[in-house]
Structures are given as C-alpha cells and as structure tokens.
DNA sequence: GTGACTTGATACGGATCGTGTCAATGCCTA
DNA sequence: TAGGCATTGACACGATCCGTATCAAGTCAC
C-alpha cells in the first residue's frame, strides 16, 4: 500500500515514529492516521534524505502545526486566549530546537 | 574556538549551511551570527544525531521562529497585521513541510 | 490441519559524515 | 624579501546509519 518494507514498519516502531496497535495475536494494526504519519515520513526520508532522529523532530514540529492551525482560523474564540495558546506553542517548538 | 574540524566547514559551506565572508586572499570569515549558527548545527548534529538534510530544514524552521517572535511581542502593531503575518510564517512552514 | 503470512533477531551492502592526507597557495614575521 | 606556518581544495579512509534479505518460530485463514 505505501511500498514499505515490512522490516521498515518494524523499525520505526522501535525507535517509537509510529504505533500501531495489535490484534489479539500481536500483528500490526495501522489506522489511516498512522498510515497518513507513515506517508509524511516516507517523503522526509526518500525524498529529503532526512534521518530518522531529524524526522523525529520534524514530526513534533509538524504535530504543534496541527495544533496552531486551527487556532488562526477559529473567529469565535477570544483574541487573548488565542494569543496565549500561540504563545505557548510558539515557546515548545523553540524548547525543542533548544533555543 | 567550536572544536569543528577546517573539512567540516568546508563540507558545511559546500551544501550551504554557512556561508562565511572571504578575505581578499580567499581566506573565510565568520561572523558572529554564524559562530551562532555553527554552533546550532553542531547541537543538532552531535546531541541529536540530525542528518545535515534534516539540519537544512530545521534550520529554516529556527529562521522562521526567529521571524515570528519579535511579531507576538510587539504591542504597537496592529492585530490585523499581526494576524496576517502570521499566517504568512505559518503558511512558510506547512509549504516546508510539503503539507 | 495445512499453507501463507507475520513476528522478532541478526547480518549484509550502500550511503552519509567526520577526519586524515596531499600539493598548492596565501599570510605573517624576521 | 625570504622562510615558516596555516589555509585552500580534492581525494580517500573508517564509522555509523538505514533499508533490505534471511532465518526459525508463531499466527492467521481456509
């Protein structure tokens, strides 16, 4: 389905960039949020050449983007929550860059 | 003074992570923003075992954190055109994701 | 129950990255 | 201005990382 090798699947479970849950008898279960995960990093690492440590970062950073995105759309919500929640998702992805 | 070897910046110039000033004899010449940024790429490559591919793009991730933080903190500045370039930032970095 | 697949563990080839070496050039000082 | 030393670029050598192949043992579906 992703052209991915089993033994690939089995890899990034193991340093935890995926995790799928497991039927009864232990075999590997993907949802379609997984395997949405898996294709961003089959792009970052087939067509970027990015390791899998840099594709661990991206992948909190891509997660607090998700985050912030509807935080800029949301036009019911009072501008000073808005800015705070921002605020303090701007200061993770700073404290994971280590700035 | 950073404890890198001479053919690491070289290598590093080579794929354009730095880009030291010359001396008329061809000498380079950092300064000290780049001392900075040597210094972060030396973080992300030694701590965290980062690929110089994935340093490329956290690199440009740090310059857009670097854009957006003085806009969060500027009092004088008009919401809507905080908002605005904000989502302009924010937009630069989904694009440098591929999402 | 039988055949096909998955599981985990180990091993191998290719690519990447830091480092060492080389001759040639540039810089600084006596 | 001549001599000593560092820097320049190019190439090559180990170490490490990553995807893949292989293996016996266990699991699934028919």
């Not at 279960?29 to 294709?39: G, K, P, Q």
């Amino acid at each position: 389905m992703l052209r991915m090798h089993p033994q690939t699947l089995r890899k990034y479970e193991r340093l935890g960039l995926v995790r799928p849950s497991r039927t009864i008898g232990s075999m590997r279960l993907y949802s379609r949020d997984e395997i949405e995960r898996l294709r961003f990093i089959k792009r970052l690492v087939d067509d970027m050449g990015i390791n899998l440590a840099g594709v661990q970062q991206l992948l909190e950073v891509a997660a607090v983007m998700r985050r912030i995105q509807p935080l800029m759309h949301d036009d019911h919500l009072a501008p000073d929550i808005v800015r705070r929640r921002l605020l303090r998702e701007i200061s993770k992805l700073n404290g994971l860059l280590g700035l």
